[in-house]
């Protein structure tokens, strides 16, 4: 036997155990979902696909947040409840979606006159719950979107 091999021998259940942890590190768990959970688009609520940017926003922006902070499915033919304060997250989300939305994509012109003033609507009535720089650069320029959408030609 060479020197090599002897100052190098590995037991045989070193090799198992390591094998055997190599195996089970490659184990996918799959995901859990709560067998209550209830998975529904969003509302169709400014156009006819409820994944439009419009019905997203719709859901995003007025939508109710559970107790789970989870966000509430909501009607739309529900009348739209008063802002609540947002987060940072709530305007990092809602920038994402504005910033896909182009109003003229809405080919009904009454719903899109009503997009248009609930977008101006929520601007006025905006809130923020952080007071940090960031959060109020955040929230100004999720205003200068909503009035960009709710006031384009």
Known sequence: MSRFARSHRVSLPVVLVLAS???AACYEIPPRVPSDLKLTPPPAAYVEDPYH????????????????RTLVPRDPADSLPPSRPWNTVDCVEVLAILDELDPLTIPDPV???VFRADAVALAATLKVTDDSPHAKALCREVLNELLRVGLAP
């Open 53 to 68: 940017p419009a019905s997203l926003f719709l859901q995003r922006a007025f939508g109710r947040r559970g107790s789970s």
């Open 111 to 113: 719903r899109r006159a």
């Open 21 to 23: 942890v190599l195996i």
